[in-house]
């Protein structure tokens, strides 16, 4: 079965820095896309950043404008978002994701950040 298991959300000051981590197991991981999502309160799921293993391409939104950095580790099928400067409306649940030839996420973590 495939797995992605999130970690590193929490409570964080505007202004301040999280690392959201996630696991991925049951896929050969260098031949999927990963990134994250997020979906903040009452609104639609909204895409951050992905790396295409394939070629390590990465693309970010635009709003994250320098504040977010993905990065992966394929050894250990793990990738990270890392989250800095944040702002009140960085909050939200921060799902991550594999894709191939389908969709894999995991079960979210809660980012909160308070001006």
């Known amino acids: 079965d495939v797995r992605l298991v999130e970690s590193g959300g929490g409570l964080a000051q505007a202004g301040g820095s999280l690392t959201l981590s996630c696991v991925v197991s049951g896929i050969t991981f260098n031949d999927y896309a990963v990134g994250w999502f997020r979906q903040a309160p009452g609104k639609e799921r909204e895409g951050i950043s992905c790396i295409v293993n394939e070629d390590a391409t990465i693309y970010y939104a635009d709003f994250v404008k320098g504040r977010f950095t993905i990065s992966s580790n394929n050894a250990e099928s793990t990738v990270y978002l890392h989250l800095n400067n944040l702002k009140p409306e960085d909050t939200g649940v921060y799902y991550c994701?594999?894709?191939?030839?389908?969709?894999?996420w995991g079960q979210g973590t809660q980012v909160t950040v308070s001006s």
């Open positions: 994701y594999v894709q191939r030839f389908a969709d894999y």
